[in-house]
């Protein structure tokens, strides 16, 4: 793969070196300053401690007796004998004359030196000085010493240390330094660009995963090679997985649209039917009252239908509104049972209601909704409940809430299945009659009264949902 250096490579690059290099450049002056410090410091205390060995063997009272040139000869003869060759000495006498120069010769040149200007002047601090000689424009330190007799100066001892060759040292030691730099940038630029191709793979893979769900291609799968283990890696998870649910929501959906197609075409075919036998001529009055009574109900069939689906599209677009009022949920319950009654007794179900407490107070809530998830629980139980079986519906009043449970000893639901049968469009068997709204529904505005749905079944031995609403739902938290 050839190397891309757009976007986020180059952010990261570009980041990564501008650190980098800073961090060395910072390194780099911090050492310099040291090392240039420490050499210069080195020849400074050099330098002094040549002053204070000539202020205590020269500058005593028992050298008063020895002229100024009998102590610069001996100034100088010790120096020759000194390890120490780098050191220059200079003899100047009062009037700044060179008198003996740095290679032993009379000389009568001046010397016109800040150090050796305050030496004669006997200036109480002595430090040494940095600058460029005069002649070679050599740069050097150098501390002059003024040599005394009876507390007069006769003359001044100047010594002195080239810089050249240590600028060198230094100098040499920066390449080496900026050699070292360059090879580190080298070397974190290399790392960076792993860095960077290791956050990139993946976003790219990412991508083509993207295009590819953009184009409705949802049965794909990340390449794992070039997924990293990291918050990428989980954000290119989470995408796996939010294709795999795409994937089922467009089965569901699919599954829906064939569910709901067979829901209006049965009572749709009968009508249709029993319109064109009502229009024959030698059609009974009993004929006749059979036809227009399965068209009634086809149609209501129909309506209930339709009344879902306005219901799904309602909660899809948040546009349901409930209508609270007090309820006396005792009373509504009971109506409902006595409304679903026909159908327990046609399967010859046998229905049990209990209120678990003694009285029953009245509660805010929305009627009408509430009716319509009680009918919609206990239809299901009827349904899915077979001949001779028991459904039972328990009421239960908390301070803050109330409580409703039905329970059925119908075909119950697989354990796989017992999270999405309240997801909409979801229905365990689809050869049953429904939209697979029900439920959906009725969890929703189960939500808007500030309660919750609980379901638990087993296989073939039974279900039992049970729902919670505030007492209280004009209170919304």
């Not at 610069?72 to 060179?98: L, M, P, Y």
Request: hydrophobic share 40%.
């Amino acid at each position: 793969m050839g190397l891309h250096f757009g976007g986020l490579r180059k952010k990261v690059l570009k980041n990564f070196i501008i650190i980098i290099l800073l961090v060395v450049l910072s390194f780099e002056v911090v050492i310099m300053f040291f090392y240039t410090s420490y050499y210069h410091t080195s020849v400074k205390q050099t330098l002094m401690s040549q002053v204070g060995y000539t202020n205590a063997v020269f500058n005593t009272a028992s050298m008063e007796n020895l002229s100024f040139m009998n102590k610069a000869e001996n100034i100088f003869e010790n120096q020759s004998h000194s390890k120490n060759t780098k050191i220059a000495i200079n003899i100047i006498d009062r009037n700044g004359n060179i008198i003996i120069d740095q290679y032993g010769f009379k000389s009568h040149e001046k010397c016109e030196y800040i150090d050796v200007k305050k030496a004669l002047q006997n200036v109480e601090v002595i430090q040494p000085y940095k600058y460029n000689e005069l002649n070679t424009n050599e740069k050097v330190m150098s501390v002059s010493v003024p040599i005394k007799s009876d507390g007069v100066v006769q003359g001044v001892v100047r010594y002195s240390v080239s810089l050249k060759y240590m600028d060198i040292d230094i100098l040499k030691n920066f390449t080496y330094l900026l050699i070292i730099g360059i090879l580190i940038l080298s070397f974190s630029v290399a790392l960076s660009l792993k860095f960077a191709d290791s956050i990139i793979e993946p976003l790219r893979e990412l991508k083509i995963f993207s295009n590819m769900l953009a184009k409705g291609n949802y049965n794909i799968t990340m390449n794992k090679e070039r997924v990293s283990d990291d918050e990428i890696g989980d954000l290119a998870r989470t995408f796996e997985n939010m294709a795999q649910e795409i994937q089922k929501s467009e089965k569901l959906k699919d599954e829906f649209i064939s569910s709901i197609s067979h829901e209006l075409r049965t009572p749709l075919t009968s009508i249709n039917g029993w319109s064109e036998t009502l229009q024959l001529d030698q059609i009974s009055k009993e004929e006749l009252s059979l036809g227009l009574n399965i068209i009634q109900d086809e149609t209501q069939r129909l309506i209930k239908l339709v009344e879902e689906l306005l219901d799904f599209s309602r909660l899809s677009s948040d546009r349901i509104r409930l209508n609270i009022e007090k309820v006396n949920i005792n009373t509504l319950a009971t109506s409902v049972l006595n409304q679903l009654s026909s159908m327990a007794i046609n399967k010859k179900i046998k229905m049990n209601f209990e209120f678990k407490n003694k009285e029953i107070n009245l509660i805010y809530a929305d009627k009408n909704r509430l009716r319509q998830v009680l009918i919609n629980l206990i239809q299901n139980a009827i349904k899915f409940t077979p001949e001779e079986g028991s459904i039972f519906i328990s009421l239960e009043q908390h301070s803050q809430y109330t409580e409703i449970t039905v329970r059925d000893t119908g075909i119950g639901i697989s354990e796989k299945n017992i999270n999405n049968v309240s997801k909409k469009f979801f229905q365990e068997d689809f050869h049953k009659a429904g939209s697979g709204l029900g439920l959906a529904i009725s969890d929703e505005i189960i939500k808007l009264h500030g309660g919750k749905m609980d379901i638990k079944s087993k296989k073939n031995e039974g279900t039992e949902i049970s729902f919670t609403v505030k007492n209280d739902s004009r209170i919304r938290r």
